[in-house]
């Protein structure tokens, strides 16, 4: 099950560069995800999300930023090109390619 949203700024999610934006509390949405499967990028910021839920492979770009909760990234797509990682607590990076270019940032 993927995690719900509340539309506010306390959590928000940019599926393109213009940053339309959906504020998520502790879910992303299906459609939050197919936005971003339409642009090839996700970029979530201040959200209470566990875990990373599958996502599709047509993403390449993730950017998580001040998600303290997040402790895995198994929903990652196995074509992942860019990861960055800022100010995640619990976070755990592993089992991630040797192909994926990752910045932390804490």
């Known amino acids: ?6 539309l506010r700024p306390s959590g928000t999610f940019y ?3 213009a940053e339309t934006s959906a504020g998520i509390k502790s879910e992303i949405t299906p459609t939050q995800i197919e936005e971003a499967r339409a642009i090839g990028r996700l970029y979530i910021k201040d959200c209470d999300i ?9 993403i390449t770009s ?7 909760n997040l402790t895995t990234l198994t929903g990652l797509p196995v074509n ?8 995640c607590e619990k976070l755990q990076i ?3 390619p040797s192909t994926v270019k990752i910045y932390i940032l804490n």
């Open 1 to 6: 099950m993927l995690p719900t949203s509340q």
């Open 15 to 17: 599926s393109n560069s």
């Open 50 to 58: 566990e875990y990373l839920p599958q996502l599709p492979n047509e």
């Open 62 to 68: 993730v950017t998580i930023e001040n998600c303290n």
């Open 80 to 87: 992942t090109q860019n990861l960055s990682v800022i100010n």
């Open 94 to 96: 592993t089992d991630i």
